[in-house]
């Protein structure tokens, strides 16, 4: 029901998504270290949409239904939309600090993944599968990354 296409213009509107709210969040908080650190949470969005659009670049042609593509794509846009997921909830404009920030990211991440797993259960072919397999692993080690962060176990999210 879901080509690899679909998937990946998903994920890359995911992390516009989660980019503008970064960026429009840097832009109000008075904090500079807060605004440094959603400075550099949005550039690592734009890392992942453009690893998103070379996932799919490198992906061979699926052969798939056009009717049911086109209903796929459609349910696809109408889900995600203009949504932000969990960041939505959250007015990171107002956090108490740091580590408010970094738990609303890890709560996007872990939503994004979530909403992969669903749509991977839609999946027949095994190419796609395995793409988008990629892209929950993309997630989860951001994920990863930021909750290392937290827990004062690393750095910034982009070291390492």
């Known amino acids: 029901m879901f080509s690899l296409h679909d998937i990946v213009a998903v994920a890359i509107k995911i ?3 989660g980019e503008q709210t970064y ?3 840097a832009g109000k908080v008075g904090d500079p270290q807060l605004a ?3 400075t ?3 550039d690592q969005e734009v890392e992942h949409a453009e690893w998103f659009a070379a996932l799919g670049e490198r992906a061979g042609p699926v052969e798939v239904d056009q009717e049911l593509a086109g209903m796929g794509a459609s349910l696809l846009h109408d889900i995600v939309g203009g949504e932000r997921f969990s960041l939505g909830d959250v007015d990171l404009t107002t956090s108490k600090g740091v580590d ?3 738990r609303a990211a890890i709560e996007l991440e872990r939503d994004t993944v979530i909403f ?3 749509i991977g259960s839609f999946l027949s072919d095994p190419v796609t599968a395995e793409q988008l397999e990629a ?3 993309e997630e ?3 994920e990863r990354r930021l909750q290392s962060f937290l827990d004062g176990k690393a750095g910034w999210p982009d070291e390492g």
């Open 15 to 17: 992390e516009q998504n």
């Open 23 to 25: 960026r429009d969040a």
């Open 36 to 38: 440094e650190l959603l």
């Open 40 to 42: 550099k949470l949005a």
């Open 100 to 102: 408010e920030v970094f």
């Open 116 to 118: 992969y797993e669903m």
């Open 135 to 137: 892209i929950v692993a």
């Open 140 to 142: 989860t080690n951001h």
